[in-house]
């Protein structure tokens, strides 16, 4: 489907949509929807004053709070689908000029997250002018872990970072591990305000899979084996219709509608979805917050041995632990934590 075409939909949409009482559009969001007629669903993700929130304990360059931004997002869309008590993870670790990315999402409505960057790698992909997310990320591999406590074992997949960006190693994901055709669409952008007031980060994302069923009609082709004879032919699977159509809609999504101060959820969902009918269900709320805590701390300081809280003693005395995802420091004399269990 073209540009084109997509967006002559859109306009027929709005004049189809004219009569319905508008939508103020909403931050700080996930919303849920559903397409009957082509057996999908997915959620929406509009992030604004959460996202910087998260970003604001760090100093980080620009390009990589995209980065940054982009891992919130994609960990906001994939945790906010689990229906227990419990964490979602998304961590990588790569080559690139920002070689760790973690993003903490907490069920039902809580997120954090850090990066690790080198100064001087990142200062030559400037040079080069080799900035985007996918760039600054580089290559090596994207865990997602889900963390049920302490009464059920974690669950954890991995799959290659191989240049080219989360949403396809998301894509990839799906494929190799859950074998559900998916398409993953994120975005994140710098909002420049008037009179120099500090500028602010916004975020979007969209998450669409194809759910029949028949799960014969979500057949996909088989992964390419590495040792297979040369000449062998692929395995292929030919793509149900509503599926194509629907990752065709999906494609279509620019990435300042996913961002866009002034479109809703409902109504970016109306423009995509509205010629098959969309159901729209009530959003759910997103915040910035870490879950640190002075009790936390000491019991990770508890699990190292006595030598080991010796060699963390600085010289005033005092060991200083520093939270990664919000730069709280969190003090213990030596006596608190030499002897044993550190006080709370």
């Known amino acids: 489907m073209s540009g084109e075409r997509s967006r002559g939909e859109?306009?027929?949409?709005?004049?189809?949509?004219?009569?319905?009482?508008?939508?103020?559009?909403?931050?700080?969001?996930?919303?849920?929807?559903?397409?009957?007629?082509?057996?999908?669903?997915?959620?929406?993700?509009?992030?604004?004053?959460?996202?910087?929130?998260?970003?604001?304990?760090?100093?980080?360059?620009?390009?990589?709070?995209?980065?940054?931004?982009?891992?919130?997002?994609?960990?906001?869309?994939?945790?906010?689908?689990?229906?227990?008590?419990?964490?979602?993870?998304?961590?990588?670790?790569?080559?690139?000029?920002?070689?760790?990315?973690?993003?903490?999402?907490?069920?039902?409505?809580?997120?954090?997250?850090?990066?690790?960057?080198?100064?001087?790698?990142?200062?030559?992909?400037?040079?080069?002018?080799?900035?985007?997310?996918?760039?600054?990320?580089?290559?090596?591999?994207?865990?997602?872990?889900?963390?049920?406590?302490?009464?059920?074992?974690?669950?954890?997949?991995?799959?290659?970072?191989?240049?080219?960006?989360?949403?396809?190693?998301?894509?990839?994901?799906?494929?190799?591990?859950?074998?559900?055709?998916?398409?993953?669409?994120?975005?994140?952008?710098?909002?420049?305000?008037?009179?120099g007031a500090a500028s602010s980060w916004r975020a979007g994302g969209l998450l669409a899979q194809f759910l029949p069923q028949d799960a014969s009609r979500s057949r996909m082709s088989d992964l390419a084996p590495g040792d297979a004879p040369e000449g062998t032919t692929p395995h292929a699977v030919d793509e149900d219709d509503a599926w194509v159509e629907a990752r065709s809609l999906v494609a279509t999504l620019e990435d300042v509608e996913l961002i866009d101060r002034d479109l809703s959820s409902e109504r970016l969902l109306y423009r995509l979805f509205h010629e098959r009918g969309v159901r729209v269900f009530d959003p759910s709320p997103m915040a910035a917050h870490c879950s640190c805590s002075r009790e936390r701390v000491s019991g990770v300081l508890a699990s190292f041995s006595s030598e080991e809280r010796r060699d963390m003693i600085q010289d005033d005395g005092h060991i200083a632990v520093t939270c990664e995802f919000c730069g709280r420091v969190y003090k213990y004399s030596a006596e608190e934590v030499v002897g044993g269990q550190s006080d709370a």
Do not use: C, W
């Not at 909403?26 to 959460?50: C, E, K, P």
């Not at 080559?95 to 069920?107: I, L, N």
């Not at 494929?175 to 994120?186: G, W």
């Open 10 to 195: 859109q306009s027929r949409g709005e004049r189809h949509g004219s009569t319905r009482r508008a939508e103020a559009a909403q931050d700080d969001i996930v919303t849920a929807f559903q397409v009957d007629a082509l057996d999908l669903r997915g959620r929406t993700v509009r992030l604004g004053t959460t996202l910087d929130a998260v970003l604001a304990h760090h100093d980080y360059p620009a390009a990589v709070k995209r980065v940054v931004g982009e891992a919130v997002t994609l960990a906001v869309l994939l945790g906010s689908s689990l229906k227990f008590e419990g964490r979602f993870i998304l961590q990588t670790q790569t080559d690139g000029p920002v070689d760790m990315v973690v993003a903490d999402f907490v069920t039902p409505d809580k997120i954090r997250a850090y990066a690790r960057f080198d100064k001087e790698a990142l200062a030559e992909a400037e040079r080069r002018n080799e900035t985007s997310p996918a760039a600054l990320i580089g290559r090596g591999h994207l865990a997602m872990t889900i963390d049920q406590g302490i009464s059920a074992n974690r669950y954890q997949g991995v799959v290659a970072l191989d240049g080219s960006g989360l949403e396809e190693a998301a894509h990839e994901y799906f494929k190799q591990s859950e074998q559900i055709p998916t398409r993953v669409r994120l975005a994140v952008g710098e909002e420049m305000k008037a009179g």
